[in-house]
């Protein structure tokens, strides 16, 4: 990935509750710069009460740098925050990682509804998105497995499991998730 990896960038978007410095992605942000790509890990603002148009208006300020070599890779909310935010743009990109993704309520997290009140348009981010990868683990305990198979049939995205890994918490020990770099890695050659 090394040559080519110098005309490509990617951004790192946490979900609920987390930021750039927790779980697996400063080990995925050093895994993408050492490979020589232009990385950013991307601190949402409030995490542990996040809001969707605010999520999104702060996409719209941070992100300068979009095209058709740009790849993301998010957990859990920042995987529709993601998806809504690349559908308002409507430019082509690489491609996406979504780890433990969702695209409908979570029980238990009734206050993240908004994320999921209305319907993605699929059909626009399946041409902007050549390449889309979900990943879930099947002992998820926060978003359940069928829920992130589900979105992936939805998005047309390749589904990768594993069957074990939780939620892929830093508290769970997962620090490192070597079949997303896998997956981003064979997306950016």
Not at 68 to 75: E, G, I
Not at 115 to 136: C, E, G, H, K, Q
Not at 140 to 148: A, C, L, N, T
């Amino acid at each position: 990935m090394n040559k080519q990896a110098q005309d490509k960038n990617g951004y790192i978007l946490h979900g609920f509750d987390a930021s750039s410095t927790r779980h697996w992605f400063p080990w995925l942000n050093k895994f993408l710069t050492d490979k020589g790509a232009i990385t950013e890990s991307i601190d949402m603002p409030t995490p542990a009460q996040p809001d969707c148009r605010t999520w999104l208006s702060f996409l719209s300020e941070r992100i300068t740098r979009i095209s058709s070599n740009t790849y993301f890779v998010a957990h859990s909310l920042g995987c529709i925050t993601t998806l809504r935010y690349l559908q308002t743009l409507g430019a082509p990109i690489g491609g996406v990682v979504l780890v433990s993704g969702f695209d409908q309520p979570i029980p238990g997290f009734s206050f993240l509804d908004a994320f999921t009140a209305t319907s993605l348009d699929y059909d626009l981010l399946s041409r902007i998105i050549p390449n889309r990868a979900v990943v879930s683990a099947m002992d998820d305990p926060i978003v359940p497995h069928e829920f992130s198979r589900s979105f992936a049939e939805r998005f047309d995205a390749v589904f990768y499991e594993t069957k074990t890994g939780g939620h892929y918490l830093d508290a769970d020990g997962v620090t490192t998730l070597p079949i997303v770099a896998d997956v981003l890695s064979r997306m950016m050659k």
